[in-house]
């Protein structure tokens, strides 16, 4: 039997779906479905060799598994090479779904037109990006300057030559060491295949060159793939600028037609947040009944949209079930990544169209509505008015929509921040944007660091729990925190992004949310946006005239589930920054990965993973370990 208090402990994150829960059996009594509460129970107790790494199936003769009766697989593999070579799969996937991403919207980009789908909206972003790669703009079209920069930025997925054009954005030290290290990356289409290479079966099983292949694809990801999917989304789309924005299942509205888009590829997001503005569409929307038509998003789609419409937030990852379960959504549309297949019984419980649109991600049951790039609005359209159709089919006894959310605010790119900045003091330096103001405050005690709060929830940690308790000592410890995925959604309903959250920061960060108008912990956006992340830490550490690893600033996956969050993670430690994690990657199976990854791996790139499952104590090493960087720097 599910309950939620198994799952969370926060009252004001679990209390919508408790509520949801709680109600669901006089509403849907007829239904027959599980959720992942379920699931998580009837999959206890999980594989142990599993949760260590130490199961290889990389070829027919296995699976092999280690023990210490049998210490080697049946080719002689032992454990540090199999779980080096899991986790490096790991990173490969994390790193091909991220980049695959990227490259969809260079693709969405070299389609753009005046006339199309898709168009520029940022083009003094689309400028610098042509400048920064030498594409000519002299007296050129905008839209063939997009196609161009376009054309150039697939190559770095697959030019022969060279390593990536991003990586100059970094400080000359991080450069230098990673062409020392060998973690530069070539292009991502070989890194990922490299990975591939490495871990076929009589291939490497060295522990260090493992790791060094995936900080290399890691690197891949942050460095190229991801920005690159951050830069070309601002371009087409708008640069994120601070916004009010609401999440939590309360978002649902009962008089709408509830259309939640859910996964990662804005792409047809936008689309259908156009389609759903159009006069035509709205009429036909009131021709069913609705009041109106009302997108809300989950995962990291949401905070693509959110960012840049002021789009709510329904749900997060672990919330996606639940979200159907208030029986008001008409349909959930999904992209890319994060969706679990059990849409499909529990929409049909309901009258929820369960919509996919990318052949990466095709589902038993739902209707696939195949994007193509020339053609999406008309898709949106489309898709918006099945959803009308839908909420004629709504049945009112099944419907329970909680009256929970919290409001907050969105929208910190670097931009963002620069402007909040310059509203602090005159941030130009030499006619330069500089982020002196920021590395004041660091120096003078007010703020003592910062930490990039990264993604995702898991049942291993009691939902939001880990986010929200750290979170919440960070700031108190004027720690200023940045948040992107899940993690950011997390602060969101638990009104952390409001700017009264405040009052629960020390004094010194306090000071700064007031100077400069902001939340305590500000939202970067979607985990991509953790490209942002690092061009932030960098540009801190420029200014500053110190290296990465020096910046009073770590990482945090406190919740982390995904093998994008193990990709991230490679690339965070290979820009020099500490990274701690509160659920343990499958390495414990080899003491020697296990050292590699926290304690010698700082000799490749200054800086270390940290894994601790306890969060209480999770949150004083990210203290400790932020107060010992103020100290080797002499503050
Ligand atoms: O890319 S935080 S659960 S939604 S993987 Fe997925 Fe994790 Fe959420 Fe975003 Ni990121
Ligand atoms: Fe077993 Fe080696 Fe094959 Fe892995 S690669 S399954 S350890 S024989």
Known sequence: MRTWEDFTTIEDVGAATKQVLDSLESRCSGCEFELWEDRWKAQQPQCKFGLEGVCCSLCGM????????APRGICGAEAAGIVGRNVMRMVA???ASHSDHGRHICHVMHSASPDGPYRITDEKKLLALAAEWEVETEGCDIYDIAHEVALVGLDDYGKPFGTARYLTRATKERQELWDREGIA????DREIATCMHMTHMGNSTKPEALLRQAMRTGMADGWVGSMMATDFTDILFGTPIERITEGNLGCIEIDKVNIVVHGHDPAMSEMIAVAADQKDILEYARSKGAAGINITGICCTANEV?????????ASFLQQEHVILTGAVEAMVVDVQCVFPSITPISKCFHTKFITTSEICQIPGAIHVQIDDEKALDQAREIVRM????FAERDPNKVFIPAIKHHGTVGFSLETILKKLDGVTNSFVDERQTYKPLI???KSGVLRGAVAMAGCNNPKIPTAYGHVEIMKECIKNDIIVIASGCAAQSALKAGLLSKEAK???GAGLRRVCDLADIPPILHMGACVDISRMMLLANRIAMDWGIDVPQVPVVACAAEWMSEKAVAIGHYVISTGIDTFLGVSPPVSGSPEMYKLLTEDVKNICGATFTIETDPDKLVK??????EEKRVELGL
């Open 503 to 505: 009052e629960l920061a």
């Open 387 to 390: 959803a009308c159709d839908a």
């Open 621 to 626: 090493a990210i203290v400790n370990r932020v």
């Open 185 to 188: 990356p070539r292009a991502i």
């Open 440 to 442: 004041d405050c660091i």
């Open 93 to 95: 996937s994390g790193t």
């Open 306 to 314: 959110t960012m840049r419409h002021g789009i709510r937030i329904s």
């Open 62 to 69: 296995g699976p092999c598994r280690i023990t210490p009766k």
